[in-house]
């Protein structure tokens, strides 16, 4: 609870995982993926309850196991490649109230997102509800700028994406941020539905590009493993 408001947290992690089998249990530095969002959920100090929203019964148990609470599964419908997050998000809400629990704000957290710490999680809590928005997305510097990438037409010529000169030195680049999908944050209002864009959340929170590793492929697990054991070594 931040400022007498109720803070829900939701991890979805659905089990049909194409790129990576079995991704969202999948083992990161002995540890299952799911591992890391729970615990940076459960040690921040405003979240009132972290839940699991899948589909899967291994996920739901190794989410019991870590301490989250998994009180539904996700139905099949919005569980498959096609479904969106703010499908599991709203369906959750509403099971919730089923159950007489009702929260002022909800976070979804990516559990794609392992690097995210706790204090991120109570960071960006801090910085909506002290504000007069409604929303808030996590962004991190992009590595690669837009001002050198280029379309191309069908006689394969090259368009700018961006009207800025393309010999324009790396270091007078302006910053360009893309959402990194750690933290998504809503207001549990009458504003709040299916087709809520948790990506065009109002207010920005940004995060280093080291704690905004996206595990998508087996290469973003080494990457995750060389941070993580990074983070370990400073003690952060």
């Known amino acids: 609870m931040y400022k007498q408001k109720r803070i829900l947290a939701i991890i979805p992690a659905r089990g049909g995982s194409k790129g990576i089998p079995k991704k969202n249990i999948i083992d990161l530095l002995g540890k299952p993926l799911l591992y890391y969002s729970v615990k940076s959920?459960?040690?921040?100090?405003?979240?009132?309850?972290?839940?699991?929203s899948t589909d899967d019964e291994e996920?739901?148990?190794?989410?019991?196991?870590?301490?989250?609470?998994?009180?539904?599964?996700?139905?099949?419908?919005?569980?498959?490649?096609?479904?969106?997050s703010i499908d599991a998000f709203i369906h959750a809400i509403?099971?919730?109230?089923?159950?007489?629990?009702k929260y002022?704000?909800?976070l979804l957290l990516q559990n794609t997102s392992p690097l995210r710490q706790s204090w991120h999680i109570d960071e960006a809590i801090e910085k909506l509800i002290e504000s007069n928005e409604r929303s808030l997305v996590s962004v991190s510097e992009v590595?690669?700028?837009?001002?050198?990438?280029?379309?191309?037409?069908?006689?394969?010529?090259?368009?700018?994406?961006?009207n800025m000169s393309g010999d324009m030195r790396r270091q007078d680049f302006p910053p360009i941020y893309l959402v990194?999908?750690?933290?998504?944050?809503?207001?549990?209002?009458?504003?709040?539905?299916?087709d809520t864009n948790l990506n065009g959340g109002?207010?920005?929170?940004?995060m280093a590009r080291e704690?905004?590793?996206?595990?998508?492929?087996?290469?973003?697990?080494?990457?995750?493993t060389h941070y993580l054991k990074k983070m370990k070594d400073e003690k952060i």
């Open 211 to 224: 704690y905004s590793v996206d595990i998508d492929e087996y290469l973003d697990l080494d990457i995750a």
């Open 41 to 52: 959920a459960k040690e921040s100090k405003y979240i009132d309850k972290v839940i699991i």
């Open 104 to 106: 002022d704000y909800i």
């Open 202 to 206: 109002k207010l920005a929170y940004v």
């Open 94 to 101: 509403k099971e919730l109230e089923k159950l007489e629990e």
């Open 180 to 194: 990194n999908g750690a933290i998504y944050i809503q207001k549990n209002d009458e504003y709040l539905n299916l």
């Open 143 to 162: 590595t690669e700028h837009p001002c050198i990438m280029r379309t191309l037409n069908e006689k394969n010529e090259t368009n700018n994406l961006m």
């Open 59 to 84: 996920i739901a148990e190794v989410g019991k196991q870590l301490g989250a609470d998994v009180p539904f599964l996700r139905p099949e419908e919005i569980s498959g490649d096609k479904a969106k």
